[in-house]
């Protein structure tokens, strides 16, 4: 691996903790989370893509939606990326991008390969006074492309981008 590709991984890895760090809720009620499950729904088929939705606070499902398109296969994906969030208090992409630079693998960190998938798709539901107090799961894109789904529109909800 050269320089330039762990530069790159770097400031990834930076730019997801910011995300981490700026995209934290003061109040988190079953209302926020319909709102912030039908704008992910409302983005996703504005762009023509099917995904799921899977909104957690304290282990209970507030959300969920499943778009025409999508599979039950779907469902086992957000599994998996949550239990890499609760793990490790990271978003799955951080993780994703974490182990892919240090050329480790979740097996490598001793976690069974079959309930843990390091894939960007599940983004840590963070109250501001508390810390991570569930997940915020989108799965039927490429890792990034449901990372980016979730983050797009907390951003727009919360930072006003």
Do not use: C
């Not at 693998?105 to 390091?118: C, F, I, R």
């Amino acid at each position: 691996m050269d320089v330039l590709t762990l530069d790159k991984y770097d400031d990834l890895l930076m730019t997801l903790q910011q995300e981490e760090k700026d995209l934290q809720f003061s109040v988190f009620t079953n209302e926020t989370a319909y709102r912030v499950g039908n704008r992910i729904i409302e983005k996703a088929m504005k762009e023509n893509k099917a995904i799921v939705v899977n909104i957690r606070k304290n282990n209970e499902l507030l959300f969920y939606s499943r778009m025409v398109g999508t599979s039950s296969n779907n469902d086992e994906w957000v599994t998996w990326k949550n239990n890499v969030v609760n793990h490790f208090g990271h978003s799955s992409y951080y993780m994703h991008v974490l182990l892919k630079s240090t050329a480790s693998t979740v097996e490598a960190s001793g976690l069974n390969p079959n309930d843990y998938k390091a894939e960007g798709g599940a983004f840590p539901l963070i109250l501001k006074d508390e810390g991570i107090v569930g997940t915020i799961s989108v799965s039927g894109l490429p890792g990034e492309e449901d990372h980016n789904m979730i983050t797009s529109v907390l951003k727009e909800l919360l930072l006003g981008k």
